[in-house]
């Protein structure tokens, strides 16, 4: 059996409450009963449901206003109305407005149960349908914009492991693409009818991460004033993708290990478990054995989650895919933005192929929706329209030695590595991930350079 339902039935009458919650319980759901549309909408803002059941004849707000707001406000919830036989017509009219279904009191356990069967398939379909366009919005026009070798034996090699269940775990730099490939590899999985869930584990807050990955129940902890589904429980049927999973605290590593061991979750709070069938995709800008030997990696998770290893190259080494990706964004920016634009001036375009790109595939994107902001319609993209810092003369996108010299190989050094520095504005850190060196023994060939004393 797969994760419950959670149904909101609205009934003035206790007996009716009673009776739907014991039929529905038993086929596997949960429900939660209230007596007013007033209360059903405190109930809606609190927990994610997935079903709604409403009474027709209601106090206060009545069963039609009450759906007219949860198709407003929660559109994704189907509404099943009850009604009694004499209002079939207002029933009717309820479905004209966006109801799903209607049943007519009194009905039988199998009416109730089929009823719910079909709102809720509805539901999932629709639902994966949404899905899946949002995973496939941009990804297939930004894999085809990649020309350098190195990302299409990435790609390949990714579509090879797309088709299994196999976990994986991707590393690249910040702005590399990394959720681009994790939703790469769950659209062309047998999985890519069913949900893509991503989490950043660095943005999650310390205190809340166990909570926001396996759920609670309410009461499991001080303001748990309902319950609420984990991360884990949202992508039962699909994929999650744990972006910068190392960043979680070890305990809660030792946690996730065993529910993908047991493929069983008990929420925050709870003693019951319920089955989990998920694909795990895990990300960090490190490689995994590079974590595991800094201790930010329990090595027992890794061998669960690094099963498959892909890595994504900086753009830095793959300047051939520059141009591609370039026209790929400004095509798209300058579709958003209902605007004209011819391309770009060759001169821009050695602009963006000479830049280091320390932010990577992100910085570019940003970099080219300034130049669709900034660039006259009709026209082609100049060296004008891009940032100050691609706006330099000739030699600032590449890296030159001065004409008529000729240096040592310590120079060149010293040079490169300033370079290097000036492109990333001072930022030694980016600086010393771009020359392959700890940012400590950057500061120390600084300082040798300019002659400072070492402590």
Request: net charge neutral; charged share 30%; glycine share 8%.
């Amino acid at each position: 059996m797969g994760i419950e339902s959670l149904i909101l039935i609205i009934d003035d009458e206790a007996g009716m409450r009673t009776s739907v919650a014991r039929t529905l319980e038993s086929a596997g759901h949960r429900l939660v009963g209230v007596p007013s549309a007033e209360e059903g909408q405190v109930a809606l803002r609190k927990e994610a449901f997935d079903l709604v059941l409403c009474d027709i004849r209601l106090g206060g707000i009545d069963g039609l206003e009450m759906q007219r707001w949860v198709r407003t406000e929660f559109p994704e919830v189907p509404v099943v109305m009850i009604t009694a036989f004499g209002a079939v017509e207002t029933a009717v009219k309820a479905l004209k407005q966006g109801a799903y279904d209607y049943l007519i009191k009194p009905f039988s356990g199998e009416e109730l149960r089929g009823a719910v069967r079909r709102a809720l398939e509805s539901r999932r379909l629709r639902l994966e349908n949404d899905s899946l366009r949002a995973v496939m919005e941009g990804i297939e026009d930004e894999v085809c914009a990649s020309e350098s070798v190195a990302m299409k034996r990435l790609y390949a090699e990714a579509a090879r492991v797309a088709e299994s269940n196999a976990t994986v775990f991707i590393s690249g730099e910040s702005g590399t693409g990394k959720e681009i490939l994790a939703k790469y590899l769950h659209a062309n999985s047998p999985r890519r009818a069913g949900v893509f869930v991503a989490l950043n584990c660095a943005a999650v807050p310390e205190t809340l991460a166990d909570s926001h990955i396996f759920g609670h129940v309410r009461g499991a902890f001080t303001g748990a004033v309902c319950d609420r589904r984990g991360t884990l429980e949202i992508a039962n049927g699909g994929t999650l993708f744990l972006d910068e999973i190392a960043e979680l605290k070890p305990e809660l590593q030792a946690k996730l290990l065993r529910v993908l061991e047991e493929m069983k979750l008990r929420r925050l709070g709870s003693e019951r478990e319920v089955p989990l069938n998920v694909r795990i995709l895990a990300a960090a800008q490190k490689s995994p054995e590079q974590l595991v030997k800094a201790g930010s990696l329990r090595e027992d998770l890794y061998f669960r989650v690094g099963a498959i290893h892909l890595h994504i190259p900086p753009l830095r080494e793959r300047p051939e895919d520059i141009p591609g990706l370039a026209l790929h964004f400004l095509k798209r920016f300058a579709t958003e933005m209902k605007k004209s634009v011819a391309g770009l001036e060759p001169e821009a375009m050695e602009r963006l192929k000479g830049h280091l790109w320390p932010g990577n595939v992100r910085e570019l994107k940003n970099v080219i929706e300034r130049a669709a902001i900034f660039v006259r319609s009709g026209e082609r993209v100049q060296v004008a329209d891009l940032p100050e810092k691609l706006r330099e003369s000739g030699t600032a996108g590449a890296f030159t030695v001065p004409a008529g010299t000729q240096p040592t190989l310590k120079e060149v050094t010293d040079l490169y590595s300033e370079f290097v520095l000036k492109r990333c504005e001072g930022n030694q850190a980016k600086a010393s991930r771009i020359l392959g060196v700890a940012a400590s023994t950057l500061w120390r060939h600084r300082s040798k350079s300019n002659g400072e004393s070492q402590p």
